[in-house]
């Protein structure tokens, strides 16, 4: 049974940071391309960030270019989000996501993704 698991979130205020974690079992994120993506209360799912199986490339959503960062231990075969300079409109439900391939044009994509955590909830004070 393959499974994505997130955790991490909480409440945080205004310019405070968290580290968001996804992990896997019965896929090898290594193989694959994962992303992180996220929805706001009463929005529609929002692409955050996502790199490929090398890891060598990573893509963000301007919108969190420069405060977020994707990472990847493979020996924990774990994916992360660094979140740095939170602001109130970066609470939502943050999701991590995989496949074993998507290819670049359409990595923001979410209906190319089929492998899906439940999601962790991120809240931002003013």
């Known amino acids: 049974q393959v499974t994505l698991e997130e955790s991490g979130g909480g409440v945080v205020q205004a310019g405070g940071a968290l580290r968001l974690s996804c992990a896997a079992s019965?896929?090898?994120?290594?193989?694959?391309?994962t992303a992180w993506f996220r929805q706001a209360p009463g929005k529609g799912r929002e692409f955050v960030a996502a790199?490929?199986?090398?890891?060598?490339?990573?893509y963000y959503a301007d919108s969190v270019k420069g405060r977020f960062t994707i990472s990847r231990d493979n020996t924990k075969n774990t994916v992360y989000l660094q979140m740095n300079s939170l602001q109130p409109e970066d609470t939502a439900v943050y999701y991590c996501?995989?496949?074993?391939?998507?290819?670049?044009?359409?990595?923001?994509?979410?209906?190319?993704?089929?492998?899906w955590g439940q999601g962790t909830q991120v809240t931002v004070s003013s």
């Open positions: 996501a995989a496949k074993e391939w998507v290819i670049l044009t359409a990595i923001e994509r979410g209906d190319k993704y089929h492998l």
């Open positions: 790199m490929r199986h090398s890891a060598t490339n990573k």
């Open positions: 019965g896929v090898t994120f290594s193989r694959s391309t």
